[in-house]
């Protein structure tokens, strides 16, 4: 395990197909880093499930080579690839104790007997359930049992650990708590973990970086706070976060900004990400947080008037929807500070935002 | 920790009634209404199973018909001295002839003939002579003379120690032929003339055919369980099917088959003779005999290992194979240590199943056993069909219904009843 800088995962054009008619993985490349923590995050049917049980063998690549340590895994056997697997429902074997299950890994690997009881015994520790080594999974709540499954994986000290959907049958406090325990683990430990999720909070917190998958194409592949403030392209802006949509017809663009005429009327000041041409469609993607209410006269590039239709009171800020720009669908986000104004139900305001926070991307669809 | 106080408080509902007391009556409405959800079942059990089943084993010890016959009789008997040398007074002799009179105005002595003949052959033509000669007997000198007269068996004391001995409401004979044991002339148990001895080594068949059958089918059906718990389920479903399918076709047909198939001038036979694998005169005998009854049945009651096997292997998620393997076991140690082990349930399910219905089974063996393969069913059925010895046959139904709950309960002990899972 020689420190390098190499990629601990490669994947190279890989293509995966199940019928032999529909491509569910189209030509994916992607590195995966020594120590990281990746996340994939996509939609349902997205094709996550199916790269995860690539490298860990299940399923065979129909094109392309997957490479572990710089070692193509294309025709190694599931049990030589060692690699530790977190599944989605946890697969405890429920006939044995929750030391049996640590010591599984390790009897098959033909540890000595003093060594696995010191890995289960330390393993047992690192998931804060030492009293528990006696017990069935049966008799473990989900959460324990979860954590069985993450200390299983990391028993015997694999380089990389897969995790599909690890939380996904946790509610929602026990899945905040397990996301930062695995966290903390991963840090603790410098494991490589390749996860799958599609709640993208889950994915926002726990990763280094997000490979976000649609239609078996990585749409993006960044860290959380890129991903979120400049995404790529107009379904990553709509999958990650709260996201203002605006489509328009291109009038004026240079490789910074363009001018969109946005279908329900106003010429809008965007910042140029991903955009054809002028005279081709483009989305605008505007994040709720960003939009400034009652803008001082001139200080922004867009001001546009803005008709109050629904306000939902959330806390610590409030949620509007306005009409804007013949859009019926636009949120706005106002804190809930003591400087802030109150808006009124079926009044007009002003609103306005900078040309950098509107990023003009492909018109998808 | 807690407040006493407050612990010592009863709770109540609303209305102030105590929340125990609600609570019971509660439970109490709904315990009313599943009892009556049961009822017509639990009648229909009642007739046709737990009646028919007490019958039985009451007929297994019941010896009515001999004291009933022989109201006379029975009573002096109680006073006659039977360790002794001497025959029954006069007054026995006496009350026989008048009890056999009786019997013969009523044909009844017939079926007292019959029962005493179960215990001692020649019994039924002694009582049948007597009751033809004794009608015309009027007042004689001595009784036991003219018995005598009529049929000498009366001079021998072992008779009437006999009739003596199964002259009570009950008796034990019918228990102790089931297991190849006898009364003695001179009172003592001991076990039959050797060449009487069937019972013990047919119980003895029947487990060890069963047990190999229940082998048998585990082996044939655990990989089929398998393959139909992986396949996907439109395949599985069709498969399935087919294992239903020897369901659709009468036990009868099903053996018949196997006879055409097994039998010396069998398909299976010529076949052989065909390939020249065997001589046309060293045909395999492979009916009408052991391998008959273990063939069949193995095929017969495969599917009732198949079916509980292949639902309890169908809840076992492929992901615990799949987590068995990225730990690096291989498919092998994945199998045995993995899989089998939850398994368990529906082998146990299975072989219970099987092994339950092979040790009571009657129609294939009777087909295909000949007399090397038949089971203890065969001859319970010959006693109550044939030699209407219906004593003996609860006797012996009685010992195969204990044996069954003795291997249930050492089941229970082994693999624990709440392991069972039939679907
Ligand atoms: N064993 C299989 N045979 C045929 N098609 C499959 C198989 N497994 C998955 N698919 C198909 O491949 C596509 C991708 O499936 P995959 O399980 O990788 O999705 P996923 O991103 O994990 O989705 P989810 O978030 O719902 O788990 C889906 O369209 C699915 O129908
Ligand atoms: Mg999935």
């Known amino acids: 395990m020689a420190e390098n800088n190499d990629p601990l995962v490669r994947f190279v054009d890989i293509q995966k197909s199940y019928d032999g008619e529909i ?29 995860l049980m690539m490298v860990a063998g299940f399923e065979p690549a129909t094109h392309g080579e997957i490479y ?172 990650i976060g709260e996201n203002n949509r605006l489509l328009g017809t291109i009038m004026e663009a240079d490789d910074v900004s363009c001018k969109v005429e946005v279908d329900g009327g106003g010429l809008i000041h965007a910042k140029s990400v991903n955009i054809a041409g002028i005279g081709e469609r483009a989305t605008l993607s505007l994040r709720p947080e960003r939009v400034i209410i009652q803008p001082p006269e001139g200080s922004l590039p867009n001001i546009f008037d803005a008709r109050v239709k629904e306000l939902i009171y959330l806390g610590d800020h409030i949620r509007t929807r306005v009409n804007v720009c013949g859009h019926d669908d636009f949120v706005v986000k106002i804190p809930n500070s003591a400087t802030q104004a109150v808006l009124q139900k079926n009044t007009t305001v002003k609103i306005g935002w900078e040309m950098e926070d509107c990023r003009a991307l492909d018109p998808s669809d | 920790m807690t407040n006493p106080d407050t612990t010592q408080e009863i709770l109540t509902t609303a209305d102030g009634v105590p929340l125990k007391v609600s609570l019971k009556r509660a439970l109490r409405r709904k315990k009313r209404n599943s009892l009556l959800l049961v009822a017509p079942l639990f009648l229909f059990i009642l ?25 006379r009789t029975a009573p002096l008997l109680a006073g006659w001295d039977e360790t002794g040398q001497e025959l029954p007074g006069e007054d026995i ?30 019994m039924s033509s002694v009582f049948r002579k007597t009751a033809r000669k004794v009608k015309g007997l009027q007042q004689p000198d001595s009784y036991q003379a003219e018995m005598l007269k009529i049929d000498q068996h009366w001079g021998d004391i072992n008779i009437w120690r006999l009739i003596k001995r199964e002259s009570g409401a009950f008796t034990k004979s019918h228990f102790l032929s089931a297991i190849d044991r006898q009364t003695n002339d001179d009172g003592t148990i001991g076990p039959k003339p050797e060449y009487k001895q069937i019972y013990i080594k047919l119980f003895g068949r029947t487990l060890a055919l069963s047990l190999l059958i229940t082998v048998l089918t585990i082996l044939l059906g655990y990989p089929i369980s398998y393959l139909l718990a992986t396949l996907p389920t439109k395949t599985s479903n069709l498969l399935i099917i087919l294992v239903l399918l020897p369901f659709w076709t009468s036990l009868l047909v099903r053996t018949s088959a196997w006879i055409a198939l097994l039998q010396k001038e069998g398909v299976i036979n010529d076949l052989l003779v065909a390939v020249g694998l065997i001589a046309n005169d ?54 045995v240590r993995i899989y089998v082990p939850n398994s368990i349930p529906g082998i146990g399910a299975g072989a219970i199943l099987v092994f339950i219905m092979a040790i009571g089974y009657y129609i294939t063996p009777e087909l295909v056993g000949g007399t090397s393969g038949t089971f203890i069913s065969n001859m319970i059925a010959y006693h109550i069909q044939g030699s209407l010895n219906w004593g003996l046959g609860a006797a012996l139904g009685t010992l195969l219904l204990l044996l069954v709950l003795a291997l249930y309960i050492l089941y229970d002990k082994i693999v624990g009843i709440d392991n069972l899972k039939l679907g």
């Open chain 2, 93 to 122: 002799y006496h009350a026989m002839v008048e009890d056999i009179n009786e019997g013969a105005a009523t044909k009844t002595i017939l079926r007292l003939g019959r029962r005493l003949n179960f215990e001692r052959a020649g």
């Open chain 1, 23 to 51: 491509l569910v993985i189209k030509d994916l490349n992607m590195d995966v880093t020594r120590g990281e923590f990746l996340t994939m995050l996509g939609p349902s049917g997205s094709g996550k499930t199916t790269c």
């Open chain 1, 68 to 239: 572990l340590n710089g070692q193509p895994i294309n025709n190694v056997p599931p049990h030589k690839r060692g690699i530790g697997m977190v599944f989605q429902n946890y697969a405890l074997f429920p006939h044995m104790t929750v030391s049996e299950n640590l010591a599984f890994p390790l009897e098959v690997r033909k540890m000595n007997k003093d060594e696995c009881k010191r890995r289960i015994k330390r393993a047992l520790e690192m998931v804060q359930l030492a009293e528990f080594g006696n017990r069935r999974p049966a008799q473990l709540s989900g959460g324990q049992q979860q954590r069985v499954a993450v200390a299983r994986a990391l028993v015997f000290d694999p380089d990389l650990v897969l995790m599909d959907e690890p939380l996904g049958a946790l509610d929602k406090n026990l899945r905040e708590q397990m996301q930062f325990e695995i966290k903390h683990i991963h840090e603790e430990l410098g494991v490589t973990v390749i996860y799958v999720t599609h709640d993208q909070t889950e994915a926002l917190t726990m990763s280094n970086r997000i490979a976000v998958f649609d239609d078996g194409i990585i749409q993006q592949l960044a860290p959380p706070d890129i991903l979120y403030e400049k995404p790529d392209n107009a379904f990553v802006a709509q999958f």
């Open chain 2, 47 to 71: 007739l046709t199973f737990l009646l028919p089943i007490t019958d039985m084993l009451l007929r297994s010890v019941d010896n009515k018909i001999v004291p009933d016959l022989l109201p």
């Open chain 2, 282 to 335: 060293h045909r395999l005998a492979m009916i009408h005999n052991q391998i008959g009854t273990v063939v069949a049945m193995t095929h017969i009651l495969l599917p009732f290992m198949v079916l509980p096997l292949f639902s309890v292997m169908k809840t076992i998620p492929p992901s615990y194979m799949r987590a068995a393997r990225s730990l690096g076991a291989t498919r092998f140690t994945a199998f």
